[in-house]
């Protein structure tokens, strides 16, 4: 197991050190006075677990924890402190251990137990899940045919969520997140916010279990889904594609694709990023059910087919019951 160390107070780090060097199975990869040589030691090692201390003097250990975190989400941290005020806060973070000084041997190999249980679970293969994620209308979470409850901290976290799924297969850039989430606020404030919605949103996928990284590069971020992850536009939008580009209307096609709209892409959800697949989806519905009137009308379809039952297909929306009315007057 690597672990690496961080205390602003040299007897407190060499203190520990010592103490970890009497457990089996532990490798000391970094003892570090500085944030900065940690965080960049995090990003280049291969690093299980970082024991520190909340008080520091060039940042508080939360905040650094939270830092570590956006670069490794599965990185084990334990907070190793003379203090016990920040203890429910740390838990909160999702900190494995919080370890009050002066440290025991005893409760120092608790903790390094407790570690390699967390790392024994996450390293078994998993069975494969598929995971549906709902955004034609009130967005949904689905565990196979399982609804699952999500619980978002904050709007910001629930909107950036969604632009890291719309935007999955790009290279996301820091600074363009900060332009149209927190263009109001300075600099510092806005990475800050930026910071801690995507530890946010880490903790809600973990929570969820989707497979799906956030991964941190200096300026960038990078998603990527793991293939168990069913995002319903864009499955829509390919069967719709391939529904219109044939050459007669298929009614039991057209009826799937209008009964899983269920209302606009990410309904309740407004940003201007959002507009222009809202409105593209929305044009091809639309298109789906000119097609499927005019049909109706000529003959095409089924005897079956009835106006009464594509008017309910698209009661909720205003804007397509205009449409079928005008039809249905000409």
């Known amino acids: 197991m690597n672990i690496c160390i961080i205390d602003d107070e040299q007897l407190a780090l060499e ?98 137990e407790r570690i390699k249980k967390v790392d024994e679970k996450l390293h078994k293969a998993p069975l494969k ?81 989707i497979p799906m990284k956030i991964v941190s590069r200096e300026e960038t971020y990078e998603i990527t889904l793991g293939e168990e992850v069913d995002i319903q536009s864009i499955g829509w939008k390919q069967e719709a594609w391939k529904t219109l580009e044939e050459n007669h209307v298929s009614e039991s096609a057209c009826i799937k694709l209008l009964e899983a709209y269920q209302g606009d892409y990410l309904q309740g959800i407004e940003a201007d990023w959002i507009l222009e697949e809202r409105k593209e989806i929305r044009e091809i519905w639309l298109q789906i059910i000119d097609n499927m009137i005019n049909d109706t009308f000529q003959n095409k379809l089924p005897s079956s087919r009835n106006i009464s039952q594509l008017s309910a297909l698209v009661s909720f929306d205003k804007e397509a019951r205009l449409l079928l009315s005008e039809k249905m007057k000409s």
Do not use: C
Request: hydrophobic share 45%; proline share 2%; aromatic share 12%.
């Open 15 to 112: 203190y520990l050190d010592f103490l970890l060097n009497k457990i089996e199975g532990v490798q000391i990869t970094g003892k570090f006075n500085n944030a900065k040589q940690l965080i960049n030691h995090v990003q280049t090692e291969d690093v299980d677990a970082v024991l520190m201390d909340i008080h520091m003097p060039d940042i508080h250990g939360i905040d650094l924890a939270e830092q570590l975190l956006n670069i490794k989400p599965v990185l084990n941290i334990a907070f190793v402190t003379a203090y016990n005020e920040y203890a429910v806060r740390a838990f909160e973070l999702n900190a494995l251990d919080y370890i009050l000084k002066p440290v025991q041997l005893a409760r120092l190999e608790l903790t390094i």
């Open 129 to 209: 899940t598929t995971y549906h994620i709902k955004n034609l209308g009130a967005v949904r979470f689905y565990k196979e045919e399982s609804p699952l409850e999500v619980k978002w901290r904050t709007s910001k976290a629930k909107e950036l969520f969604f632009y890291f799924l719309q935007n999955h297969r790009n290279i996301i850039r820091k600074e363009d997140l900060i332009d149209f989430m927190w263009a109001h606020l300075s600099w510092e404030k806005a990475n800050s916010q930026l910071y801690s919605t995507v530890y946010q949103i880490r903790k809600v996928i973990q929570q969820m279990g």
